[in-house]
């Protein structure tokens, strides 16, 4: 045995007769303590306490419009991942401007059937996330709307070949896209207040996002009024250094309830958490709640654990425990659960809702996610390395005729 | 509330568990809101434990994920006040030592957990498991989550931290005092 072996084996049985501290509380106080943890005396939760498959189907069901100037239309986008909450939708075609009429259909036991209606004209929604796969051959375009006076980012994915068309081949920023695409979606078709485009102009100034308000604009008619606006715009332009609310001369613009406007800071407000969103439709999206604060990733996590007001429900079972784990180097965050996580207690849709509000809130900061000691996910997920980084939340498509 | 489980539990691991979450945190008082945090979650979670790894493992584990919360949520809170806390880099440690932690440094044990501060988190955690808690190699990595290799290689290299630390007594503590 060479001397550094014998110094490991000395060093060893020296950690080892290290005296070991005790407890000295008793068994009963320990115990006590316990008994009075809510935690502890609340009837378990039923599998089912979420809301139950078909419900959940029609509660996915949530988008259906189009952009106007195409000959197709905006349509929910969907993966294969929950067959069950299939949603279907159909539009006759127009070649007017305005938008078209949708009719919905949606049949969660013949999905397949379903599918089978004309491509150009039936698409399905994404689950939550956009993943990249999802958006091959399309331009994703993540837009804050708006109901119940909060932004809801939804992620709309235009061909490449529109894009193209529209753009002459070159590639357009954020803000070439929201300028030529915006007064064109129909929000209220999709569930949504008309809201697009804001009243003024949007512009790029280097790095940062320049929107000069209109004269009378409706902006100013309450706090409310002013928050959706800043919210939506953080939805609508993240990447961005800085927002800057001008008026038309150039000057930080002054609304009545809050005074002159201090730049916005898109990037403060990544690490927010996901929750589920019913919409007055009474469907469902995921969506972030933009007044949780979280220093990171694995803070929002946590919270999206609770409800934080009326409005946004967690996707996350209250009951489960586990530990979030931020890379020191790489892009990818663990999520380790304390014991086997079984997605399939949960209908595919409430896991998807959950798998994917959890891989959104990530994104945030731009780290994939990996889940540790989960099983069952729903179909199209595959758990066994880190998700795909995914592109925005909400997917609708547009789908134009060939 | 299952206080038989409560109670075989207590019996079998209790003071297992405290010990742990003391040589992690080097706090009695943290130790025992800690060890209260790690029964909620095994009685929360005792029917679902389906046997796949030891008892003795799934519970280290759950203190270890408590540990790992604890730390995270603190280094929030510090970081929440010290913008340039950079949390890539630091290791999570208390802010400031207590009353009681001054007394545990001042013995033996005191003496072993300063020089851990000194390694690196996967060292320290391979030391506490493996020779304060004295799980053998296969245990450990059950808790840690790693292969036994890795097990094995990180407890190679603590050691020989340690016995650097060792050569030079009170030179690192001698080094912080002089910051």
Request: aromatic share 8%; with cysteine; net charge negative.
């Amino acid at each position: 045995m060479d001397d550094e072996r014998v110094e490991d084996k000395e060093l060893a049985e020296w950690l080892r007769s290290v005296p070991k501290p005790e407890d000295g509380r008793n068994r009963e106080d320990v115990l006590a303590r316990l008994k009075k943890d809510p935690r502890l005396n609340k009837k378990k939760r039923l599998a089912g306490k979420w809301i139950p498959a078909g419900v959940a189907a029609a509660a996915l069901l949530t988008f259906g419009a189009l952009f106007a100037s195409m000959t197709g239309g905006w349509n929910h986008a969907k993966n294969d991942s929950a067959k069950e909450d299939t949603a279907v939708m159909t539009r006759e075609s127009t070649d007017d401007a305005a938008p078209a009429d949708f009719s919905r259909a949606m049949d969660a036991e013949n999905g397949e059937d379903s599918q089978s209606q004309d491509a150009a004209e039936t698409a399905q929604m994404f689950s939550g996330a956009v993943y990249p796969q999802d958006a091959e051959g399309y331009t994703p375009f993540t837009i804050g709307l708006s109901d119940q006076a909060a932004a809801i980012p939804v992620t709309l994915l235009i061909p490449d070949e529109k894009v193209k068309e529209d753009f002459g081949g070159a590639v357009p920023g954020k803000v070439d896209l929201y300028n030529r695409y915006s007064e064109e979606i129909g929000e209220q078709s999709l569930g949504f207040d008309d809201y697009h485009p804001y009243k003024g102009t949007v512009s790029q100034k280097g790095g940062d996002l320049v929107i000069n308000l209109a004269p009378g604009h409706p902006y100013d008619g309450s706090g409310g009024a002013v928050k959706l606006l800043q919210s939506s715009l953080i939805e609508t332009f993240s990447g961005f250094d800085r927002i800057l609310l001008e008026d038309e001369e150039g000057n930080p613009a002054d609304f009545d309830q809050v005074g002159k406007t201090e730049p916005i800071f898109p990037e403060s407000r990544k690490d927010v958490p996901f929750y589920a969103f019913e919409k007055t439709d009474g469907t469902t999206v995921l969506a972030p709640d933009l007044e949780q604060e979280a220093e990171d990733p694995a803070e929002a996590m946590f919270l999206m654990k609770s409800r934080s007001n009326d409005l946004y429900s967690p996707v996350i079972p209250e009951d489960s425990d586990f530990t979030v784990e931020l890379p020191e180097r790489g892009d990818t965050l663990t999520v380790r659960f304390d014991r086997p996580f079984d997605f399939a207690t949960m209908s595919p849709a409430e896991a998807a809702r959950m798998i994917d509000g959890m891989a959104l809130t990530a994104a945030g900061s731009g780290l994939r996610i990996r889940f540790v000691n989960a099983a069952n996910a729903p179909a199209g997920y595959d758990l066994s390395g880190p998700l795909p980084l995914p592109l925005g939340p909400n997917g609708v498509t547009a789908n134009l005729r060939p | 509330m299952e206080d038989s489980v409560f109670h075989r539990i207590y019996d079998e691991y209790h003071q297992d568990v405290f010990r742990f979450l003391i040589y992690m945190t080097k706090d009695r008082a943290l130790s025992e809101d800690l060890v209260h945090e790690v029964y909620v979650r095994v009685l929360k979670s005792y029917g679902s434990f389906e046997g796949k790894s030891s008892e003795k493992t799934w519970l280290f584990s759950i203190a270890r994920n408590v540990a790992i919360d604890h730390f995270r949520k603190s280094s929030v809170r510090r970081r929440r006040i010290d913008d340039s806390y950079d949390w890539d880099t630091r290791q999570p440690e208390s802010a400031e030592p207590t009353p009681e932690e001054k007394a545990v440094r001042e013995d033996e044990l005191g003496r072993v957990l300063g020089m851990l501060e000194h390694c690196t988190d996967d060292q320290r955690l391979v030391v506490i498991a493996r020779f304060l808690q004295e799980l053998s190699v296969a245990e450990t990595a059950e808790v840690l989550g790693w292969t036994q290799a890795k097990v094995k290689t990180t407890q190679h290299r603590a050691l020989k931290a340690l016995r650097s630390l060792m050569a030079v007594p009170g030179e690192k503590e001698a080094e912080e005092n002089g910051r």
